[in-house]
């Protein structure tokens, strides 16, 4: 199905109900020079409407996600905690948005396709901000665990759903790169996110710095200041990397390489105790690795599910599955372990080599599969399209990105 297609049935049930001729679709490809053209002029168009309301409302659900650990550090625990002097209370608040992020992201995401996108959307953005505001209002425990489940409710609405929403609209080619410009207002957010913070934590007010915080939505102190040039370097590798991985249209090799620039990063960390320089670039690969692989595997795993059945439950549960890491690491180590941080250090570097060695053996699977379905099936018409519907990524002339 062409994207014109796409736009013309996104939000109705054609998708699943009438069935594809593939022989017409088959004699369409490969395109013409003027059908390119059309096909880039169309993608621009996309890009104009889609990306920038995406990526600014991905940048403030970031910020209010995030900005707690900030207003931790302007005063929110003596006012709310009662000091919280074991800092198991504040572990609880960070975690509880997870419970709920995690439990409705499928049922939210199924949800989403029953209403047009400037729905869904809307009221998930007006959802999270109203209970993010409202954090500046509460004065006990339970007052910030109730806002913070109900900012998991809201945000299950929106993230888990843009990779599915993107899919509907832009190729396999295409999807890469822009998952990387939306998931890099991510690196955006913790870059100036500091910046707005430190003039908040010197604002002359009446009105507590972790309130204000809230309130203004922006997440404090000088030394975060040194945090904004490795997430635009993150940023940058994010974009640079996933553009590749869409042009070569292989994500693997691109995973395991920016896994292990992760890994490194904190290998150095650990190696490297007393020299400061080479710390502050060890923040450089581990920023840039780590925001990287998160955009490569959204755009790698969402096409690779096949069917749009497939990806309203699957994309969810893998960015679940993924977000469990939070839940754990708060509970599994609640005693600080500072300054060095050795433990979490040498398990966030095992995991990224053990995450390059798996993108390496899943890269080499999906290619040993495109191999046998073409043994047996043939090989397929480039960018043609296949009907998922019935059979999703198991389809007879489905190819999976390697």
């Known amino acids: 199905m062409t994207k014109d297609a796409e736009l013309t049935n996104y939000g109705s049930e ?40 995406a990526c600014l409302l991905y940048l403030f659900a970031y910020l209010d996600r995030s900005n707690l650990g900030n207003a931790r550090l ?107 410009y939306w998931f890099g207002f991510a ?37 975060q200041l040194l945090t904004v040039p490795p997430y635009a370097v993150a940023a940058i590798v994010l974009i640079s990397f996933s553009k590749a991985s869409d042009a070569r249209q292989s994500r693997g090799i691109f995973m395991a390489t920016a896994c292990s620039i992760s890994g490194i990063g904190y290998l150095i960390l650990l190696l490297a105790k007393h020299n400061t320089h080479v710390r502050y670039f060890a923040t450089f690969c581990i920023t840039s690795g780590t925001y990287t692989t998160i955009g490569i595997t959204i755009a790698w795993f969402t096409h690779n599910l096949g069917s749009e059945t497939k990806k309203a439950t699957g994309i969810p549960t893998f960015m679940a599955i993924g977000q469990c890491g939070s839940i754990l690491g708060s509970h599994i180590f609640p005693k600080p372990e500072g300054p060095e941080y050795r433990r979490g250090f040498a398990i966030c570097c095992s995991l990224a080599f053990l995450a390059a060695l798996c993108s390496i053996i899943l890269s080499i699977s999906y290619r040993m599969e495109n191999a046998r379905r073409d043994k047996l099936y043939g090989k397929v018409v480039p960018n043609a399209p296949v009907d998922t519907r019935e059979l999703a990524d198991k389809a007879p002339n489905f190819r999976y990105v390697p």
């Open 187 to 223: 690196a955006v957010a913790g870059a100036f996110g500091g910046l707005i913070a430190f003039g908040i934590q010197h604002a002359e007010t009446s009105l507590r710095h972790w309130k204000l915080l809230f309130i203004v939505e922006v997440a404090n102190a000088a030394a």
């Open 74 to 180: 302007q005063g929110l625990p003596e006012d709310v905690l009662g000091g919280d002097p074991t800092g198991r209370l504040f572990d609880w608040v960070v975690s509880v948005f997870y419970f709920s992020y995690i439990t409705c992201q499928i049922p939210a995401t199924i949800t989403s396709k029953l209403f047009q996108p400037r729905i869904w959307m809307a009221c998930a953005a007006i959802g999270w901000g109203v209970t993010s505001t409202l954090m500046s209002t509460t004065f006990n425990f339970e007052g910030l665990v109730v806002c913070r489940l109900l900012i998991g409710v809201f945000e299950a609405g929106f993230g888990p759903a843009i990779p599915l929403y993107f899919s509907l609209f832009y190729t396999k080619a295409e999807m890469g790169l822009r998952m990387a």
């Open 14 to 53: 054609k998708l699943d109900s009438e069935p594809v001729d593939e022989s017409d679709d088959q004699q369409k490809f490969p395109l013409t020079e003027e059908e390119l053209e059309e096909e880039r002029k169309l993608v621009r168009k996309l890009d104009l409407r889609i990306l920038p309301i």
